[in-house]
Nanobody
């Protein structure tokens, strides 16, 4: 069973910043694309940003382009999501997901909101 552990969520004011982290194993880092997804109250889960294990290519949802940055640290087996200029509509539970890189691309993973494994999530609340 592949484990994904999110951290870094919290309460922040509009315009503020947070950095989320998704810690996993070296095996996961070598064999899976990793992505960030979110689910707001009463809404479905959506892909926020995903990063390719093969070439580092990234994909962002239109709603976060220019504000969020995804990155990975192979030494720590961690994927980061830097979130700047946060808005109230960014309030959600943020989940880390991993999908087998042999069967998909990072962009497809985000667009389809698909993952083989999910973390438990971390709450992000943006308050005015």
């Amino acid at each position: 069973q592949l484990q994904l552990v999110e951290s870094g969520g919290g309460l922040v004011q509009t315009g503020g910043s947070l950095r989320l982290s998704c810690a996993t194993s070296k095996f996961a880092f070598d064999h899976y694309h990793i992505g960030w997804f979110r689910q707001a109250p009463g809404k479905g889960r959506e892909g926020v940003s995903c990063i390719s294990e093969l070439d580092g290519n990234t994909h962002y949802a239109d709603s976060v382009k220019g504000r969020f940055t995804i990155s990975r640290d192979s030494a720590q087996n961690t994927v980061w999501l830097q979130m700047n200029s946060l808005k109230i509509e960014d309030t959600a539970i943020y989940y880390c997901g991993a999908e087998d890189l042999r069967i998909t691309t990072a962009e497809s993973m985000c667009v389809r909101v698909s993952a083989d494994y999910w973390g438990r999530g971390t709450q992000v609340t943006v308050d005015s």
